[in-house]
């Protein structure tokens, strides 16, 4: 799947992105009114309409808080895990990937017949991005999770790993039990891209001649993959037409590009109080992201940070180096090209919007791309 986008492009990472001037305001009103559609009727004012259309999502994200409660059940084992699964449902992230699983919903004809079942699935696909949370939490000895002590941390990894597990086999019976036939492949295909991805990350630490396929690469499967699932879910399960979905699909790609590239940019724009976990984390563990990748492309700074790299790898990597780093990340330019593929695959999830049917879905799903890029503080999970 990676590959095969690739080849579609049609842009190399580093460009700076073509405005789109239909995208600028996505908002648009006229007289008061939304445009007129083709049948000569007016619609409902733009911001009552979206309003109304924003209330609707949050009840059925509060059906997805409901069905996530149940899957998080006790099986009546009791003891840790009980105590495990508790924490797990109160540990509530932005629900990103149920959201964008919704919205991609009510492109199809069967959404209202569906819409319950949609829910459902934005449950399902949390506790994919769940499990995988505390999987990556276990390799990466991670002591905090958006402030709170990491499962890992508080039962130990053994426990941990069992957790995670759990987690998928319950989604494994919900996709059986429930009927969910026609994605079922879909979260198959997203769990073993995230594995891969996650393999092809292992393979790179510590590495100084990573290149940028290679991170976009293992970036498709930590993050795209999960998106792209969410979309492509939602827009099987509501009945979208074959070209509605492949849109949703790059649409989720792209998007999930973009949440990776901004969340690396953020390890070296926040501190560790307000991100609730330490920064250039994934510099100390080796891993190489896009911002450093582009900055020892830099020969003026790459010896400085193969050196800073081999700090890491001793384990004496500190508040001094992790200044240095910073500044020469900075300094060679690494965060500004960064920024601009964050931007650039922003612009490729907004011309995926284009063709969706217009029933204010392409207005929140703007809403949500360029909310995010505007938010510097604030790291969703």
Do not use: W
């Not at 426990?159 to 492949?185: E, K, M, T």
Request: charged share 30%; aromatic share 6%; glycine share 8%.
């Amino acid at each position: 799947m990676y590959r095969e986008l690739e080849k579609t492009k049609g842009q190399e990472p580093g460009k700076e992105m073509r405005q789109n001037p239909e995208q600028e305001n996505l908002l648009e009103v006229k007289g008061g009114f939304r445009k007129e559609a083709e049948d000569g009727t007016r619609r409902e004012p733009e911001k009552t309409f979206l309003q109304k259309l924003e209330e609707e999502i949050r009840q059925e994200l509060d059906r997805t808080e409901a069905y996530l409660a149940d899957y998080l059940r006790d099986p009546g084992f009791g003891g840790s895990v009980e105590m495990i699964l508790q924490d797990l449902a109160v540990s509530k992230g932005k629900r990103l990937r149920p959201r964008l699983l919704l919205m991609a919903g009510r492109c199809g004809k069967d959404f209202t017949a569906v819409r319950d079942r949609l829910s459902r699935l934005g449950a399902l696909v949390e506790l994919v991005h769940m499990a995988s949370l505390i999987h990556d939490d276990i390799v990466d000895d991670a002591p905090l999770r958006r402030g709170r002590m990491t499962t890992q941390a508080k039962y130990g990894k053994d426990r941990a790993v069992y957790a995670g597990d759990l987690l998928l086999s319950r989604i494994v019976q919900s996709l059986f039990r429930d009927g969910f036939h026609r994605v079922g492949v879909c979260f198959g295909d997203a769990v073993e891209a995230m594995c891969l991805g996650e393999i092809g990350q292992m393979e790179c630490r510590f590495r100084e001649d990573v290149t940028v396929e290679q991170y976009m690469r293992n970036i498709y499967g930590k993050t795209a993959a999960l998106c792209r699932l969410a979309c492509t879910a939602g827009a099987v399960e509501s009945g979208c037409e074959k070209i509605v979905q492949r849109h949703l699909e790059e649409l989720g790609v792209h998007f999930g590009y973009m949440f990776q590239i901004r969340d690396d940019l953020l390890d070296f724009t926040s501190d560790t109080a307000r991100e609730g976990k330490k920064t250039q984390t994934d510099f100390r563990e080796g891993i190489l992201t896009l911002p450093v990748i582009y900055a020892m492309e830099n020969p003026a700074y790459r010896p400085e940070l193969c050196a800073l790299l081999r700090k890491a790898r001793e384990g004496s990597f500190d508040r001094e180096e992790s200044a240095r780093l910073v500044e020469a990340v900075t300094a060679s330019g690494g965060i500004d090209r960064a920024a601009a593929d964050m931007k650039m695959y922003a612009q490729k999830a907004l011309e995926s919007i284009d063709i969706l049917p217009d029933s204010g879905v392409r207005s929140l799903f703007g809403g949500l791309i360029c909310g995010l890029l505007r938010t510097k503080a604030d790291r969703p999970s």
